[in-house]
């Protein structure tokens, strides 16, 4: 897991320290402008968005790649350029392909095997899904929507080992192993786009001439989403369908000083000091850098070949140049949510409870909505007293550990939606000698967030009016195994986290129980499935260099 910090320890228990919100960060010459823009920015000043997730419709020649493949994404640098970020935009682009998707533009078989593993292989590979809480045994689970996802990149089989024989009795023989497994879905995505506007109608009309400019190269929308970031007037926050408060914390890049990189993370102009909460080594997110365990975060390489381009054989070994640098690996799950079903399945354990239990008069259907996720309604945080004070400019705090404040879950209860995704020092067993060591430790697992809602905002929280309305989940890391695919497996589907025993991430797992510990009894409700996954896949986001690369094939 890595526990201790590549950076030396800070003081213990660093809640004194102020950290109420996220520093502005960005990125220093010449890295700004050789990274994507969604890296450093989500774009706030752009509310409008639309996702366009495209295919390459034609067929893979028999031998190598042909050339030319990558004449589509040239068409595409003119009608959609993409922003990079080295500053603000009237309206900014961003582009990510997954492993068939690359395959398709050409790049060769080497370059593909150097990506890695949980990439090569997509979500929908047999394993990967039963890690993800998809698919076990062979049966979708409820959480994923009924007949199965509709999207994914459908990346091909594939098993190098040599085939294992066992041997029958009358001579016969047969395979010792099934072949590994892929599901298929039934629409295939080659790239996805992301287009971001001011005006909900502009950003329209961009993604029609988008559409237009890459008709001529068989290179089609096979699905959209309408995106959203409208700010909440009352609280200037972003809020999701079911109503809270979105996107409130976040990693925090900085350069370890052992690095030799000091100055590529930089705010106000200066070298980013390492928050003491959620500071992370640019490694985790970007690859090519420094990462939690001292190391280069590998990246996919390609032979040098001559080929006119702007990729450096910086940390690449000699004859070859590094793909990866300044890129990421961007998760997407697209995440239907029915709010009716949450709030009104929430206000009928309400009402059980306090059948049963009439002196319970302050449970409602939002003070047990507000202990599924953790925060209240506004995003501020539950701790024993109630909620934790707002910190400056009157927004979330944000600066905090569990095991000071809120050691045995008695404000936000141990299982809910941000304690799982993001435990913090939660899990040390003693206080205080572990805490910095499991803050330092759950940091190692940090992802960054893109992701925006689609569809309808809903009138009535408690009316099912049928309409498709969700959050595409967008995340950034580094290492898609150890990062994404360890919070989703290790924290948000262990039934044993924590302290407790059979119980999942009520917001986003499963149908189960869900513990709320209280003075001096504990209370236990029963959650529905209020999100399913529609569809999902691991991309690889370029920068602009290999972008380039990738469009003179």
């Not at 394993?127 to 049966?139: E, H, N, P, V």
């Not at 993604?207 to 909440?232: G, T």
């Not at 929280?461 to 309409?467: F, K």
């Not at 529905?528 to 990738?550: D, M, N, V, W």
Request: net charge negative; glycine share 10%; aromatic share 8%.
């Amino acid at each position: 897991m890595g526990a201790g910090s590549v950076t030396g320890q800070p003081p213990s228990q660093p809640s004194a320290l102020p950290s109420n919100q996220p520093p502005s960060w960005k990125l220093a010459p010449p890295h700004d402008a050789q990274t994507q823009g969604i890296v450093v920015s989500g774009f706030v000043d752009l509310p409008s968005a639309q996702a366009l997730f495209l295919m390459c419709d034609w067929l893979d020649p028999p031998a190598a790649a042909a050339a030319g493949k990558g004449a589509w994404l040239q068409v595409l640098t003119t009608v959609a350029p993409i922003t990079d970020s080295d500053g603000k935009d009237e309206r900014a682009a961003s582009i990510a392909f997954t492993w068939t998707g690359l395959q398709k533009s050409g790049l060769d078989a080497n370059a593909l095997a150097s990506f890695s593993a949980p990439f090569r292989e997509g979500m929908y590979q047999e394993d990967r899904l039963r890690r993800l809480g998809d698919r076990i045994k062979g049966k979708w689970q409820d959480t994923v929507i009924g007949g199965g996802p509709q999207w994914s990149g459908n990346a091909p089989v594939k098993d190098d080992r040599p085939p294992a024989i066992v041997r029958l009795p009358g001579g016969k023989t047969a395979p010792a192993r099934e072949a590994p497994r892929q599901v298929t879905t039934p629409v295939t995505v080659h790239a996805l786009l992301l287009l971001y506007h001011q005006d909900v109608d502009k950003v329209q009309v961009w993604a029609d001439e988008v559409a237009a400019a890459l008709a001529p190269h068989n290179v089609k929308i096979v699905h959209r989403l309408a995106l959203d970031l409208h700010l909440d007037k009352k609280k200037n926050v972003p809020r999701e369908h079911f109503g809270f408060a979105d996107g409130l914390s976040q990693p925090i890049p900085f350069d370890t000083p052992d690095s030799g990189e000091v100055g590529t993370v930089v705010v106000n102009g200066k070298p980013a000091p390492r928050d003491p909460w959620h500071g992370v080594p640019l490694g985790e997110i970007l690859l090519g850098h420094t990462n939690a365990h001292a190391e280069k975060s590998p990246g996919p390489l390609v032979l040098d070949d001559g080929r006119q381009h702007d990729l450096t054989p910086q940390g690449a070994p000699e004859g070859f140049l590094n793909l990866g640098l300044n890129g990421s690996y961007m998760v997407v799950r697209e995440l239907r949510q029915y709010v009716g079903e949450f709030w009104k399945s929430l206000e009928e354990n309400a009402q059980r409870i306090r059948a049963h239990d009439p002196s319970a008069t302050y449970v409602t259907a939002e003070w047990l909505a507000e202990r599924v996720v953790g925060r209240g309604l506004d995003g501020d945080m539950l701790c024993p007293a109630g909620k934790r004070p707002p910190g400056p400019d009157n927004l979330p705090d944000n600066a905090f550990g569990y095991i000071k404040d809120d050691r045995y879950g008695q404000g936000c209860p141990m299982g809910s939606h941000v304690r799982r995704s993001n435990p913090r020092d939660g899990l040390a067993k003693d206080h205080p000698a572990a805490a910095q060591t499991l803050l330092d430790a759950a940091n190692n697992h940090r992802i960054l967030r893109r992701g925006r809602k689609f569809g309808p905002p809903p009138k009535d929280r408690q009316d099912d009016d049928g309409a498709e309305r969700g959050l595409l989940f967008i995340c950034l890391n580094a290492d898609i195994a150890r990062q994404f695919e360890f919070v989703q497996q290790t924290w948000i589907l262990n039934k044993n986290f924590a302290t407790l025993y059979d119980e999942t991430d009520p917001l986003v797992g499963p149908k189960g129980g869900f513990t709320i510990g209280e003075q001096p009894l504990r209370r236990i409700v029963d959650v529905a499935t209020f999100i399913q996954s529609a569809g999902g896949e691991y991309f690889f986001l370029p920068s602009l260099p290999a972008l380039k690369y990738l469009a003179s094939l």
